[in-house]
Structure formats: structure tokens, C-alpha cells
């Protein structure tokens, strides 16, 4: 049961369409009368990104001084909290919120209870995979795909508003279905300017400086 949970926590990439999409499937294993959990129909989760979930969940080389993993604070054996009032990061700082519970994460309907609206750290990620998965295929469909997320903040988005501000050089948390969202947070702020330097990067990796 925990296994079929936990799924929810990772995005995956989307498959190969030449793949089979029913090949695959993660057969969730649900009690009689629950639903499962809403996935996007272009994304669904299978075998392998339910193992990949779980190998990334332990791995404690995401962490900043590669001794902390995910289940480290989020603990399967305490429905995945920690059992203490606050968790110590991998920088040795308190944290000053409680590790939430993961259970049935799958069916929250925000990834941040704080911020329902914060969604540019997802089109960061976008940026950062597609940059990544440039260097690794050198298929010219990364880059546009990365310039196309990265445009996302200058305002190609479903509301043709720019969420980047180049008066204050912050970036909004997100968009409201009618309004960005005024609220420029240090998460918003970094993820605009890690893609900007994610951007350059890549540029440099397409056309090399010194290249005549
Ligand atoms: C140092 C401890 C720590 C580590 C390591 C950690 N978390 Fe958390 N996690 C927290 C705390 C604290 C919160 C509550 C944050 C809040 O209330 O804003 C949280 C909240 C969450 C939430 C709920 C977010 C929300 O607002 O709804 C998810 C999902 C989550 N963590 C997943 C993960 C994943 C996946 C990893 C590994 C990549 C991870 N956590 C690593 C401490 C940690």
C-alpha cells in the first residue's frame, strides 16, 4: 500500500510514444470503493517510474552534502513524517516546518499546501530537463523545448503575462486562472534566475564562444 502512495511524489518523464502505454501500467492495488489516484493522461505511471520513485526517494546524493535522502525526514515506518517537532537539513540549519506526512500525497490537489499557486519551480525543472537531456541526446528539439519553458515566465503562458519583473529582477509565484501572483518569493525569484543561468549555459554548449 505504501508503495502505490508513494508514486505520487515523483513527476516522471513522459514515455517514448512509440512505447506501448498499456504495456506497463503500475497496477494500483486499491481497497474495494477507492478511486485511484488522478494522473495526467500524457504521463502515466508505470513500473518503471514507480522503481525510479523509489530508488531517487533513498538516494542520498540529492542532498546538498550527499548524506541525507528523502526518506530521511520522511519515514515509511511514521507514515512517512520524521517523529520530530522540526527536521535538521543537510546544512546543519533547523528547519522551521514540521516533515509533513506523505500519505496519499496522490491525491493533494497543489504540490505546495502553502503556496497552492507556486508553480514556477516546475517550469524551472522543465528548463533544467530539457537543457539536460540536450547534452545527452544532442537532439535539436531539446533546445526549443527549453527556450519554449523558459519563455513560460516572459509571458508564453496560458495568460500571455510575463511572471519575471525587470524592475525588481523577482519573479511572481505563479498564475491565478485571471492574474499573475503578486507574490515574488525567494523560490520564485531563484527558480526565473537558474533557468536565465541554466539558458546561457546551453547557449554556450550550442554555439561555443570562441566559435567563428
Ligand atoms: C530535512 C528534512 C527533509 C528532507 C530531506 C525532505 N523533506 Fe519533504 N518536507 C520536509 C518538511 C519540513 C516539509 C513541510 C514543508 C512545509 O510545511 O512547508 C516537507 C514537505 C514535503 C512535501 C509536501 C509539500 C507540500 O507543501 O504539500 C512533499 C511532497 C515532500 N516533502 C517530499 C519530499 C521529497 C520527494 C524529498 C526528497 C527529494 C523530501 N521531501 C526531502 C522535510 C524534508
Not at 492495488?29 to 495526467?40: D, H, I, M, S
Amino acid at each position: 500500500m505504501w508503495r502505490v502512495l508513494l508514486t505520487v511524489v515523483l513527476l516522471g518523464c513522459k514515455d517514448d510514444p512509440t512505447d506501448d502505454p498499456e504495456e506497463d501500467l503500475w497496477p494500483y492495488e486499491l481497497p474495494a470503493g477507492f478511486p485511484a489516484p488522478p494522473v495526467p493522461a500524457d504521463n502515466p505511471v508505470t513500473d518503471a517510474k514507480v522503481e525510479l520513485g523509489r530508488y531517487l526517494f533513498y538516494d542520498k546524493q540529492l542532498s546538498g552534502n550527499g548524506e541525507q535522502a528523502c526518506g530521511d525526514c520522511h519515514k515509511q515506518e511514521l507514515a512517512f513524517a520524521d517523529g520530530r517537532a522540526l527536521p535538521t537539513g543537510s546544512t546543519g540549519d533547523t528547519i522551521p516546518r514540521n516533515a509533513m506526512t506523505l500519505t496519499n500525497a496522490g491525491y493533494w490537489s497543489t504540490f505546495t499546501w502553502m503556496n497552492p499557486a507556486l508553480t514556477t519551480l516546475e517550469a524551472q525543472a522543465m528548463v533544467a530537463a530539457c537543457n539536460e537531456a540536450f547534452r545527452a541526446t544532442q537532439d535539436a528539439m531539446w533546445p526549443r523545448e527549453a527556450k519554449r519553458a523558459f519563455e513560460w515566465f516572459l509571458g508564453r503562458n496560458d495568460l500571455g503575462l510575463p511572471l519575471y519583473d525587470s524592475t525588481t529582477g523577482g519573479c511572481g509565484d505563479g498564475l491565478h486562472h485571471d492574474r499573475v501572483n503578486e507574490n515574488q518569493g525567494a523560490e520564485s525569484t531563484l527558480a526565473f534566475h537558474l533557468s536565465l543561468a541554466e539558458m546561457n549555459c546551453a547557449e554556450h554548449l550550442i554555439t561555443p564562444p570562441h566559435a567563428s
